[in-house]
């Protein structure tokens, strides 16, 4: 990552630190959010296929997420 401010001037390694140490937080939140998001559809998609065969899907959650 560059070691320079907007303004062009260099960082302290205290800046440093601190800019890595959010950029770390926001990877993880990210990557988070994906697997979240991964398994609600997958979840959508299991109820998809039980209302398919005639049957209920069984969870307030999955018709939550399939009719969103």
Same mark, same amino acid.
């Given at each position: 990552?560059?070691?320079?401010?907007?303004?062009?001037?260099?960082?302290?390694?205290?800046?440093? &630190? %601190?800019?890595?140490?959010?950029? @770390? #937080?926001?990877?993880?939140?990210? +990557?988070?959010?994906?697997?979240? &998001? %991964?398994?609600?559809?997958?979840? @959508? #998609?299991?109820?998809?296929?039980? +209302?398919?065969?005639?049957?209920?899907?069984?969870?307030?959650?999955?018709?939550?997420?399939?009719?969103?």
């Amino acid at each position: 990552m560059l070691r320079h401010n907007l303004g062009g001037q260099p960082m302290t390694a205290d800046a440093q &630190t %601190a800019r890595d140490h959010d950029v @770390a #937080l926001a990877y993880r939140a990210h +990557e988070q959010l994906r697997i979240e &998001t %991964a398994a609600e559809q997958h979840l @959508a #998609l299991q109820a998809g296929d039980t +209302e398919k065969r005639g049957r209920p899907a069984g969870c307030a959650r999955n018709a939550e997420i399939v009719h969103s």
